[in-house]
């Protein structure tokens, strides 16, 4: 397994580290609502702070237009609820070109440096600048790492010494555990909406995979591939063929592949719609209905397939498990999972919806680890290189 350059045993008392932290949270009215991501660098933070170094802390929130500055986007809500997190005071940094000393012990917080037209060009120059806050780099925003923008990948690649955070370090042991370290029977269960997004992993998982369970919205293109009945369904006309061919190959390579053989489904995408239960067998599943869940033999079924693997990776719910009607189908394969990782099985969690899944279905404590990032996972997963990771090792 390939390592990152660990802060363990780094030299730190009395130097200056720039940290880029992953703090792009949701927030409504100036109030988080999920600080999931901010508590995760907590203890990166907590480490530099005991080993004796200054902190100055890097991360973009949203998408704000054109590299301008935009209250909307203010990181000024995550300084204080940082403050109360970390027990101490966070100083601020309006203008990150305005470099100033920082002295052990102290802790300071950026704007949102997507404010900064040169973040997003992975401008050199701006590196530059932002370079002069530290002598020691640090990266701890997973969530980020797949962005080759200036505080991610130029600004590592012109720093002598850089280190992997621990949530990026334990983030990348995590996922090589399903990439390369793989213990067998591997299970890869898919799910969620989209086929479109998990084309790419599933693809490059396929030959290392030896069971494969898909449900959620994007099953259907695949019932739809094989020319089972759907109703209406999700369905990406134009991944029917990518589908067809990801079934294709599994079956050459003789993958063993699990598909809803039923679904709990309504005429009306609604959280109190009439829901009933159709198998999708040649005229059995009636047209005015979409499959908002995975049914109870698909259930059945994937328990006695879930079963004896020992590595596990989830990605996307079986359903719409916002709504209690229509989440069974997730829940019980959640707890499935978590049994399995009781057993010994190592399971990785990934994609921000899969993470409130398992929180939904009480797991979160009882699988391997539950990752925070969504995108750049998505793209480890599919085997891509990520910049901010290939600039940590170069
Ligand atoms: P993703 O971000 O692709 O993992 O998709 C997650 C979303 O897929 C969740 O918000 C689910 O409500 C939704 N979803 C899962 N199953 C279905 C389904 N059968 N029909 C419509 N949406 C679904």
């Not at 609502?33 to 004796?52: K, N, S, V, Y």
């Not at 053989?261 to 109190?272: G, I």
């Not at 997730?330 to 010994?344: I, M, R, S």
Request: aromatic share 8%; charged share 20%; net charge neutral.
């Amino acid at each position: 397994m390939q390592k990152l350059p660990s802060l363990r045993g780094a030299k730190l008392r009395g130097r200056r580290v720039f940290v880029r932290v992953d703090f792009n949270v949701p927030i409504q009215d100036g109030r988080i609502t999920d600080d999931r991501r901010i508590r995760a660098a907590l203890p990166t933070l907590q480490h530099l702070l005991t080993e004796g170094a200054g902190v100055v802390l890097c991360s973009h929130l949203g998408r704000p237009k054109d590299g301008q500055p935009d209250p909307k986007y203010s990181l000024a809500p995550v300084r204080a609820h940082l403050e109360t997190l970390l027990g101490r005071p966070v100083g601020w940094i309006e203008d990150p070109t305005a470099v100033h000393p920082i002295a052990p012990g102290e802790v300071y917080l950026m704007e949102n440096i997507r404010f900064f037209p040169g973040e997003t060009k992975n401008d050199t120059t701006f590196a530059k600048v932002l370079a002069q806050w530290a002598e020691v780099y640090v990266c701890d925003a997973f969530g980020s790492v797949h962005r080759a923008h200036a505080s991610v990948e130029a600004l590592p690649r012109l720093m002598p010494e850089k280190y992997a955070g621990f949530l990026v370090e334990a983030e990348w042991e995590n996922a090589q555990r399903v990439l390369t370290g793989i213990e067998h029977p591997y299970l890869v269960v898919v799910g969620g909406a989209k086929v479109s997004d998990k084309l790419p992993l599933l693809k490059h998982l396929l030959p290392k995979l030896d069971r494969l369970l898909i449900g959620g919205g994007m099953s259907y293109t695949f019932l739809h591939a094989q020319g089972l009945p759907m109703g209406k369904s999700l369905l990406e006309a134009d991944q029917v063929e990518a589908a067809r061919a990801i079934l294709e190959e599994a079956a050459a390579l003789g993958k063993k592949v699990l598909l809803p053989v039923d679904s709990v489904a309504a005429t009306e995408f609604r959280a109190d719609a009439p829901a009933r239960v159709f198998r999708h067998d040649e005229g059995a599943f009636p047209a005015e209905y979409m499959g908002l869940d995975i049914g109870p033999e698909t259930i059945q079924q994937a328990r006695t397939f879930i079963s004896g693997a020992r590595t596990i990776l989830w990605n996307g719910p079986m359903g719409v498990f916002e709504w209690e009607k229509f989440r069974t189908g997730t829940v019980k394969v959640a707890a499935y999972l978590a049994e399995e990782t009781q057993k010994g099985a190592h399971t990785l969690v990934g994609g921000g919806d899969t993470a409130s899944a398992a929180e939904v279905a009480g797991v979160v404590d009882k699988l391997s680890f539950v990752s925070t990032g969504g995108g750049a996972l998505l793209e480890l997963l599919a085997g891509q290189t990520l910049p901010g990771i290939a600039a940590l090792l170069s």
